[in-house]
């Protein structure tokens, strides 16, 4: 039984098209980065097929790999690839919970579950291979899908990816954090945000502050552009978060959620400004 969402980003958890960052719902602690990584300087692996046909997708920076692949039945397989996608990457079994949207609409996420089947050869609690299956309402349609929290030996990562040839259109600006869960999470302070970030960002949200400003997913950014610190997309200069005294530049308000959250349970993590750079 599938359930509405509003899709946060980083808080509670968003490009393959990819696109990659974008939005999402529940608590997951920090999926780290992911996004179509470019074959070429200025190719992203979203536009080139992949073993079984898909598009592929880049997680971290290109530490690993997936492949989605849209049946016309509206079934979704995401297989498991290396550093090298020519190879297999077995992960430890786990459910997956995706949220998917029609491209271009503003409406909430519907829930839909990624099961582990381990292919052929996969290691006994092993997988290789998840499936998910849309909606019935959504079967044929253009879609986004977004994994809050993929898990590969000690990290986890966020993944978004679609089955849309136009990856890089604009799309409607994702809802953030709001009420008390923003308040939780951008007013006060933690780890490597302070008070002293609280006021600089105007003591407000980034929902609040960006509402009604759309994000433009760009996958491939060009060496030496900014990217965002959790999609590792194009950074968007619109999108601007200070945290430790520093500012930051993101894709869109829910990698800011989730880059406060990074700051606040994990702030060794977190790198100066000048390191998320495309090199």
């Not at 407000?204 to 997913?217: Q, V």
Request: aromatic residues 8%.
């Amino acid at each position: 039984m599938f359930r509405k969402w509003v899709l946060f980003g980083g808080f509670f958890a968003a490009t393959a098209v990819l696109v990659g960052c974008n939005n999402s719902p529940p608590p997951t602690e920090k999926p780290t980065e992911t996004k179509a990584a470019p074959t070429k300087p200025d190719e992203a692996h979203g536009h080139k097929p992949g073993a079984h046909g898909g598009t592929l997708i880049s997680l971290g920076a290109d530490s690993y790999h997936a492949e989605a692949v849209f049946a016309k039945n509206g079934a979704v397989r995401l297989y498991t690839l290396g550093k090298d996608e020519a190879r297999i990457q077995e992960i430890e079994v786990q459910e997956l919970a995706g949220y998917v949207t029609v491209a271009g609409s503003t409406d909430g996420a519907t829930e839909m579950k990624f099961a582990a089947e381990p292919q052929k050869g996969d290691s006994a609690g092993k997988t290789s291979l998840f499936v998910g299956q849309l909606p019935e309402a959504l079967v044929g349609k253009t879609v986004r899908v977004t994994i809050n929290n993929i898990r590969i030996g000690s990290e986890r990562f966020r993944i978004a990816f679609s089955n849309e040839n136009a990856a890089h259109d604009a799309d409607p600006m994702p809802e953030g954090a709001n009420g008390e869960d923003a308040k939780a999470l951008h007013l006060t302070p933690g780890g490597k945000y302070t008070a002293a970030d609280i006021k600089a960002n105007g003591n407000t949200s980034p929902a609040a502050k960006f509402k009604g400003i759309k994000s433009d997913h760009n996958a491939k950014p060009k060496p030496g552009d900014k990217t965002c610190p959790i999609s590792m997309t194009l950074a968007n200069s619109k999108f601007t978060w200070v945290v430790g005294g520093k500012t930051y530049e993101f894709c869109c308000v829910p990698c800011i959620d989730e880059f406060v959250q990074l700051a606040k349970t994990k702030p060794n993590e977190i790198k100066d400004p000048s390191e998320y750079v495309k090199k």
